[in-house]
Structure formats: structure tokens, C-alpha cells
């Protein structure tokens, strides 16, 4: 999702993307990727590519979630050290944090205290390979930078249940109960956590207008929307923009994850930060993608 955001607002700039697909450049291999890097030589390198999933994938997958990524991160950002990549952004997020802190979280929390159980795989990989951009970028002066961003939604998200984020999940199981004449639809927990969504065009457009400009911004920086809203009110916010009228079935026996994570984006704002993208016109653009994409069409339309 972030990837083809990115690359896209990229190639309308101007610049020369290099986007290799899986099939040439797998960055569990560290031999594809040192060869690649070397053959190519980028000015800038933009990582965005992880195992990702939402709290169910990370449940289930702990050690992929650990290993694969940390895999990825090592090879591609020592590759990228041993050519002299001067310019790198690494994606980090806000699992990163320790569980159940004082709202909103800056960086300086970061590596202070015990990880949310259910993504903890995920969030170590994210931290090693953090400090991997830290130590690089700290000893070789170059301008290798960290944005820890909130969750993302928007076009070309995961809507697997087994994968994906909120939002995604939120549109499915919404869509899904429109297509059935459904008036029931499923929700983990009480409804009550808090959680922060950035629209991914927004910081896609952020991260390709900074890349002229890193060298004024911290090693490690949150970017996020700065406002959050309880998983509760995210459903009814989808059934309102698909006229969805209907019962939420809570399963207070499944896990939800911290109580609220929400990031302090005061030092992203004062580089630039200014996402435009409000919540209501998000989800219509994202909803509208997934019906198109699938192609969806409802019983009495």
C-alpha cells in the first residue's frame, strides 16, 4: 500500500524510480539485494516493505513476524551502508512503543518498557532495525532518517480478516453484511481502544517532499494523523458511509491490544507535516477502491 503510494507521487515528481518486483529483488536474500544495490547505486533509498498484519496475523506468526523482518532490515540496510547510500528513510511504527503509556507517545519513550504482547514480534523487528538506521546514520554523518508512523489505510490495503489492519477489517465485515442483507456484524472487544490512522497519500506526499530535506530533520520522528478515535466509533463511521444500519456483536473474549496509541507528531509538524486528509473523505476513497477493485456491487443497486 505505502510502497505504490509512494512510487507513484515519486514518478509525478520527476524523479527516477527504481521499483524491482519480488521476482527480482527478494530482500531476504542477501546476495539479490547486495548485487541489486550495487548494479543500481541509488541516490535515496525509501523501505517500506515489512511483514505486516493486523492483531491476529501477529498473534499467530510471532516468529516471522521477528525474523523475516529483521532479516529484510539487515540486508538491505547493510547493503545500503557498504555502497554509501546517503539519504534513507526507514518506516517504522508505532508498535514500536512500550504498552500503555502516557498518550500521545513521543520518541523519547521509545525502548523504555515492556512491548503489547500481540505484536511483539513485530515490534522488536521494528526497533532493531530502528537502531540499525540510528547507528548508520550517527556514525557515517549520513542522512538516514526513521518515521514512525501510525497505522495506514487507503487504497491498496490488506482486507484479508486473517491480515488485515482495523480499517480494512472494518470495511469488509460492513460491506460483506450490506451484500448479505445482514443486520448483525462482528467486533472484537468492548469497542473502546483508541487507535490513530494516517491516510497513506499523505505521507507518501510527506516522505517524497522530505527527501530534499532530511538533513534538518531528527534521526527518529512520529508521523501521524495526531487524532485518534475508539474502534467503535471506526464502525460506525463505515456504516454510516455505506448506509449500513445494524447490530455490533461484541467478542469481549478476543484480544485488542493496548488501550490507546497515539502519537505526539509536534516535531513532524514543524518539518513540513500537514496531512489533508480527513477522516470521512479516507474512508470514502478507501471504500470506493475496494468495491471497485473487487467489484462489488450491492442487492439493490
Known amino acids: 500500500m505505502l510502497g505504490s503510494a509512494l512510487s507513484r507521487i515519486a514518478i509525478q515528481a520527476g524523479i527516477d524510480v527504481i521499483i524491482p518486483p519480488r521476482n527480482v529483488l527478494d530482500l531476504r536474500d542477501n546476495f539479490q539485494v547486495r548485487e541489486f544495490l550495487s548494479e543500481n547505486r541509488p541516490d535515496s533509498v525509501i523501505h517500506s516493505a515489512a511483514l505486516v498484519g493486523g492483531i491476529s496475523a501477529n498473534i499467530a506468526q510471532p516468529v516471522e513476524f521477528l525474523s523475516e523482518n529483521i532479516r529484510m532490515d539487515n540486508n538491505l540496510l547493510q547493503s545500503c551502508n557498504e555502497i554509501g547510500v546517503q539519504r534513507l528513510i526507514y518506516f517504522g511504527s508505532s508498535c514500536m512503543y ?63 480478516l486473517e491480515r488485515s489492519h482495523l ?44 527527501l530534499d530535506k532530511l538533513e534538518t530533520m531528527p534521526i527518529m520522528m512520529n508521523v501521524g494523523s495526531g487524532i485518534d478515535y475508539s474502534v467503535s466509533e471506526y464502525y460506525g463511521m463505515v456504516m454510516d458511509a455505506l448506509n449500513v444500519r445494524g447490530e455490533l456483536n461484541l467478542d469481549s473474549s478476543k484480544p485488542v491490544g493496548m488501550s490507546q496509541k497515539l502519537l505526539n507528531v509536534s516535531v513532524a509538524r514543524s518539518h513540513g507535516w500537514n496531512p489533508k486528509t480527513s477522516i470521512s473523505s479516507g474512508l470514502a476513497t478507501t471504500i470506493d477502491w475496494y468495491l471497485n477493485t473487487n467489484r462489488i456491487i450491492f442487492p439493490d443497486e
Not at 523487528?125 to 556514525?139: D, R, W
Not at 477489517?169 to 456484524?185: F, L, M, Q
Request: aromatic share 10%; glycine share 6%.
Open 167 to 210: 480499517i480494512a477489517a472494518i470495511i469488509r465485515k460492513v460491506v460483506e453484511a450490506k451484500v448479505d442483507c445482514s443486520t448483525s456484524i462482528d467486533m472484537w472487544g468492548d469497542g473502546l481502544a483508541r487507535r490513530e490512522f494516517t491516510f497513506v497519500e499523505d505521507l507518501a506526499e510527506f516522505t517524497i517532499a522530505s
Open 98 to 160: 512500550p504498552t500503555n503509556l502516557t498518550n500521545p507517545m513521543t520518541v523519547d519513550q521509545l525502548y523504555s518498557g515492556k512491548l503489547e504482547p500481540t505484536n511483539e514480534g513485530y515490534a522488536l523487528a521494528k526497533l532493531v532495525g530502528a537502531k540499525h538506521v540510528q547507528y548508520v546514520s550517527e556514525t557515517k554523518k549520513v542522512d538516514w532518517k526513521v518515521f514512525i508512523s501510525s497505522n495506514l489505510y487507503g487504497p491498496g490495503d490488506h482486507f484479508e
